[in-house]
């Protein structure tokens, strides 16, 4: 979108960060995204902060800094503005979205095998990415001594290994871009980068999260114009942190502190430090899941270059559905170079395999939004 349409746009009628409150966050919508902080804090605004997993004005003070510009509205990924036009940009005329091609892959590194989820295909991706000198950064999702997902900016291959694996309470992966200007100059000399805004990024995210990059890249707003590749991952819903480990240590008195791993496969696994297994229920964990994922009718991330995701696969595989140019030169390329290695269908299966993924999307989407219905 050119300056002067986004101009035009904001005349209908600008919404402000007010607006936002009391629209999404007010109403316990906000997925905690951090879009409007990383957009208001990169352009030195001084106006907004994460307090607990919501946005909110720093001070009274802070609420005479507001600009109202509008832009948080906009690229929040909980309001409808802005939906039409990514539907286009995407292709999109179904709940799965656009797919240039779907298959299932693993990755043949053992060691990225050995530390990543079903396939370790994210890692792979992200280590591809790295060596072909395609990204200078990625921004991903660390866990703390808590077991607590934390994002960050990540400059190099090695640091991989902390972030794989998969986080089922939310981390604000958009957050750490609003200290894009202050990234240290060592590490910018390090890896030849003389000017900030040529920096290339990849973006490892939910649904939502995804949805809101590129928001915020329709927009040409700062800081997403860093990111070059969109990588969703599948969610069916998130859990609030706290609400979650609390249920966790009643069921199976497992401290967050002592845990190694944890998946779904129907029900929620935990893995111990002491490689102890346990098995919860899926449906004791519902008073821990986020309100905003009872509003969300997205599942396989329709906004990405590439969605990833265990849903569908075979054992020790993971889903990969390709949707732009861009993610279709990367899974290509890395599965002509060995560097992932494909899930063999018979040819004369072929399109019953692929409809019978699509069938399982679209029924757990359906899920979802019956889901919502509920709720509301």
């Not at 396939?119 to 060596?131: H, M």
């Not at 009643?250 to 401290?255: L, P, W």
Request: some cysteine.
């Amino acid at each position: 979108m050119t300056e002067l349409a986004y101009k035009k746009l904001l005349q209908n009628e600008v919404k402000t960060f007010e607006d936002l409150k009391n629209d999404i966050i007010n109403g316990n919508k906000c997925c905690a995204c951090g879009a409007c902080i990383a957009y208001c804090e990169s352009q030195g605004f001084d106006v907004i902060e994460m307090k607990g997993y919501n946005p909110e004005f720093k001070s009274e003070k802070s609420v005479e800094n507001c600009t109202k510009c509008g832009v948080c509205y906009y690229i929040c990924p909980q309001t409808k503005v802005l939906l039409k036009e990514l539907n286009e940009i995407y292709s999109i005329k179904d709940n799965i979205g656009n797919i240039v091609k779907i298959l299932a892959a693993k990755t043949t590194d053992t060691g990225l095998e050995k530390v990543g989820q079903d396939g370790g295909i994210v890692s792979a991706i992200l280590t591809y990415l790295f060596e072909k000198h395609k990204i200078d950064a990625a921004i991903v999702s660390e866990f703390d001594h808590n077991f607590k997902p934390v994002p960050k900016i990540i400059f190099d291959k090695e640091d991989l290994f902390k972030s794989a694996g998969t986080r089922y309470s939310i981390s604000p992966q958009i957050f750490p871009l609003k200290n894009l200007y202050n990234i240290p100059e060592e590490i910018l000399t390090k890896k030849e980068i003389f000017d900030i805004d040529e920096l290339r990024i990849a973006f490892i995210g939910t649904p939502c999260q995804c949805r809101a990059v590129n928001k915020m890249k329709f927009l040409h707003v700062k800081p997403a114009h860093v990111i070059k590749y969109i990588i969703g991952l599948f969610c069916f819903e998130n859990f609030i942190y706290d609400k979650l480990y609390d249920i966790l240590k009643r069921e199976i008195k497992v401290d967050p502190t002592n845990i190694k791993k944890t998946w779904i496969k129907k029900n929620f696994f935990i893995q111990t430090k002491d490689n102890k297994e346990f098995e919860i229920d899926i449906k004791t964990l519902n008073p821990a899941v986020r309100n905003n994922c009872h509003e969300c009718d997205e599942f396989t991330g329709r906004f990405t270059d590439i969605s990833v995701g265990a849903s569908g696969a075979p054992e020790g595989y993971s889903m990969i559905l390709i949707r732009t140019d861009n993610g279709k030169n990367v899974i290509n390329s890395m599965l002509s170079k060995g560097i992932i290695e494909q899930f063999i269908v018979p040819s004369n299966r072929t399109i019953e395999w692929k409809n019978k993924k699509l069938d399982w999307y679209n029924k757990l989407i359906s899920l979802k939004i019956r889901n919502h219905i509920k709720t509301n």
